[in-house]
């Protein structure tokens, strides 16, 4: 009973521990309407048509979401000035680190990342910078 507990209570102080660490959640986000985006972070601080749909801005994480065929496709996070420029960013993001699939000195890139198209987190400075993330479209 005790072990139980124990084991109960690690997995409950870990799951705070990731929310926590958590700036937006790219992975419920991905595919989804303006409104439906909405209901999750927020109603857009402004929003624009360009050339591929609807761009919008929103306060959580800086994030900047151009909506393609009415979904959330290309997703771009300003918030990660004081993450470092590392795999270990991504999990700001609801992603799973994992090892680049292309690095240079300032940007790094994974291919296919969580059913996304790439993800490409920038650097700056010490720091990242901010991140790409192209879900369906090229």
Request: a positive charge.
């Amino acid at each position: 009973m005790k072990k139980g507990i124990l084991l109960l209570t690690l997995i409950l102080f870990s799951a705070s521990s990731w929310a926590g660490e958590l700036l937006i959640d790219i992975p419920s986000i991905v595919g989804k309407s303006e409104s439906q985006v909405s209901d999750m972070i927020g109603e857009p601080t402004s929003c624009n048509s360009i050339k591929y749909g609807n761009k919008c801005q929103y306060k959580m994480a800086e994030t900047e979401i151009v909506f393609i065929n009415g979904k959330a496709d290309w997703i771009t996070v300003e918030g990660l000035d004081d993450k470092p420029f590392t795999s270990a960013t991504l999990k700001h993001l609801g992603l799973r680190p994992v090892k680049a699939t292309f690095s240079n000195a300032f940007t790094l890139r994974w291919e296919s990342l969580q059913g996304l198209r790439s993800v490409s987190l920038f650097k700056a400075g010490n720091n990242a910078d901010y991140a790409y993330i192209k879900a369906y479209t090229k």
